[in-house]
T-cell receptor, first 115, second 114 residues
Framework: GAVVSQHPSWVICKSGTSVKIECRSL??????MFWYRQFPKQSLMLMATSNEGSKATYEQGVEKDKFLINHASLTLSTLTVTSAHPEDSSFYIC???????????FGNGTRLTVT | AQSVTQLDSQVPVFEEAPVELRCNYSSSVSVYLFWYVQYPNQGLQLLLKYLSGSTLVKGINGFEAEFNKSQTSFHLRKPSVHISDTAEYFCAVSHTGGGNKLTFGTGTQLKVEL
């Protein structure tokens, strides 16, 4: 089956530093990838939609300059949390799909802790 | 815009008992409906989905769900649960032609006890 690998699975960083999270589709070409954020005991909130070769589309309220998304190839999208602060601590999950209305495949998530 | 309501934040149940996790949605357009399961510190795994056709949908791990358009519900059921079913369950909706843009419910923690 289709596999999405997310790396790292957890990361701890100091306030003010930047952190990059990778999302890779291992055995299929993902034209679209989605990035979500999940707070403890809460649901997933869509942050942005990333299409290969074009700029990401951010959801309302998500700072595009803080959460930089790059989808440079059909198998890799990255989310960079810039100048991280403790309130950015969360569980970040990506999903990938080959196309519109095709099944979504989720990564295992990245737990970010900002100290 | 659409929304999803999962009324039960936690559902405790004994092993081998039946369970129903409730999901109601709101949308002004036709929708696709999904149930996902999330184990601790992991991503989401698709249990089942309703796109069209038969309103009773069977998924993996013995789960099934029934789409009820008049009640705007998509409740998840399993006739006999196992300890391994302990996890967080999310109901999600997307509008047809929505390009996989999902709106999730707040989740229901299913806790199976011996």
């Amino acid at each position: 089956g289709a596999v999405v690998s997310q790396h790292p699975s957890w990361v701890i960083c100091k306030s003010g530093t930047s952190v990059k999270i990778e999302c890779r589709s291992l055995d299929f070409q993902a034209t679209t990838m989605f990035w979500y954020r999940q707070f403890p005991k809460q649901s997933l909130m869509l942050m942005a939609t990333s299409n290969e070769g074009s700029k990401a589309t951010y959801e309302q309220g998500v700072e595009k300059d803080k959460f930089l998304i790059n989808h440079a190839s059909l198998t890799l999208s990255t989310l960079t949390v810039t100048s991280a602060h403790p309130e950015d601590s969360s569980f970040y999950i990506c999903s990938a799909t080959v196309g519109v209305d095709s099944p979504l495949h989720f990564g295992n998530g990245t737990r970010l802790t900002v100290t | 815009a659409q929304s999803v309501t999962q009324l039960d934040s936690q559902v405790p149940v004994f092993e081998e008992a039946p369970v129903e996790l409730r999901c109601n949605y709101s949308s002004s357009v036709s929708v696709y409906l999904f149930w996902y399961v999330q184990y601790p510190n992991q991503g989401l795994q698709l249990l089942l989905k309703y796109l069209s056709g038969s309103t009773l949908v069977k998924g993996i791990n013995g789960f099934e769900a029934e789409f009820n358009k008049s009640q705007t519900s998509f409740h998840l059921r399993k006739p006999s649960v196992h300890i391994s079913d302990t996890a967080e369950y999310f109901c999600a909706v997307s509008h047809t032609g929505g390009g996989n843009k999902l709106t999730f419910g707040t989740g229901t923690q299913l806790k199976v006890e011996l």
